[in-house]
């Protein structure tokens, strides 16, 4: 019987065996990392497939829908600058020989809703901010005035006169302009309205900024599609 053990020990004790074990041992670790590791590349391969097919179908719909315009260049006097990609746009003019006028319009940012008929609809008035800077050839100064576009009007909020170069930290503004005298308010209107900027300009900005709300939206779904295209 001791004859048949030692044997049968020193094939478990051979080096051959011992290796097979180790080999075997450190095979077991290895085949499950690599499964989980497929399974999770699977996973992510599922999420950016998902990701990508609902861009591609948003995309799609806004084209379908109602396709973006390409922006125009001139408003009346104005030439207008798109500032593609950003959420503002710049409308410049000469007003006679000394006066030079610029306006800068913030997209969409702020809604009131409709009131009609003595109660409020679904529908809501987009509000977007404009400022109008006027200067003069000569003048170190500029008459800047804060606007604000409803869809068919404009609205005088403040206007004063500043340095070109703002260099006061807590400047004087003046007082709210309703708070003006009736009649100096109408001769601000009016001065505006001769350098063409007016309720008609507020219907301008309105349409313009719809379809460049659109464009940007479309730019901006094909920029996130692009990055997550890339391997």
């Known amino acids: 019987m001791a004859l048949l053990i030692r044997p049968l020990r020193k094939t478990l004790s051979s080096p051959c065996l011992k290796a097979l074990l180790l080999l075997h041992q450190h095979r077991k670790p290895t085949s499950l990392f690599t499964s989980r590791n497929y399974i999770s590349d699977m996973r992510k391969s599922a999420f950016q497939n998902n990701i990508l097919r609902l861009l591609r179908n948003e995309i799609q719909y806004e084209h379908d829908r109602c396709p973006p315009k390409q922006p125009t260049t001139r408003f009346n006097s104005f ?10 746009i710049k409308l410049k003019r000469k007003f006679g020989d000394k006066e030079d ?9 702020g809604s009131i809703p409709v009131f009609s008929s003595g109660k409020f609809e679904d529908d809501v ?6 400022i109008v800077n006027i200067s003069k050839e000569g003048d170190s100064n500029v008459l800047e005035i804060m606007c ?7 609205e005088i909020k403040k206007l004063f006169v500043r340095g070109q170069n703002r260099t006061s ?5 003046g007082p709210e302009f309703k708070e003006l005298d009736d009649e100096l308010q109408g001769s601000v209107y009016e001065f505006l309205e001769e350098r063409g900027i007016s309720d008609q300009l507020a219907t301008f900005l309105h349409e313009y900024m719809k379809n460049k709300d659109k464009t940007e939206f479309i730019k901006w779904l094909g920029t996130v599609k692009s990055f997550i295209e890339k391997k």
């Open 169 to 173: 930290d807590e400047p004087y503004f």
């Open 148 to 154: 604000s576009a409803w869809p068919d009007a404009i």
């Open 101 to 109: 006028i610029t306006i800068e319009a913030t997209m969409f940012d």
């Open 79 to 88: 030439m207008v600058d798109d500032r593609p990609g950003e959420q503002w």
């Open 125 to 130: 008035q987009l509000h977007m901010t404009f």
